[in-house]
């Protein structure tokens, strides 16, 4: 999104100058002074747009931890991994799971963000505890006691049988 907007932003900016050019050279048939004032009030105005659409644009991009697709797609990994280190009939389907990760971040530079925007929210501590901790949640919703082993093998049996995005990662 962000380098469209970018892209859209730069095309509205050469049209406003390409008109302010046109007022310019317009005023240059009049005496200096006027068509000093027309270049000034050109520029002033090119740059006062150039200045309101960065501005907007710097704070229309959400956080990360806020595109549903890739939040909710590293919690349906954590929720495949949980179970497969606490059910030892089920394992995590590694090279599938990698895959999607990559997909998962690939998505993310697709929208605009940076290798840093998307390093620094893979690397932060506090998002890791909440995603764990809503991964855990949505366990314990479907069923999983922590601690019976039983628990989590029967909820993986029952999302690979509704082929989830979870049970898609375990086999």
Known sequence: MRRKHTYI????????????????TKAASKPSR????????????????????????????????????????IIFVGMAYEISERCDSINARLFRGLNYLQSLRSHARDLGYSEAEIDAYINDDAEKDRLEGIARRQLADLGVIRGDEATYCSVGRAQMDANTRVGWLLR
């Open 34 to 73: 006027r068509r000093y004032q027309m270049k000034k009030l050109a520029l002033t105005a090119v740059l006062t747009f150039a200045t309101v659409i960065s501005a907007g644009h710097l704070s229309a991009q959400t956080a990360l931890k806020d595109v549903a697709k890739v939040r909710d797609g």
């Open 9 to 24: 932003n730069t095309l509205i900016l050469n049209i406003y100058a390409e008109i302010a050019i046109s007022y310019a």
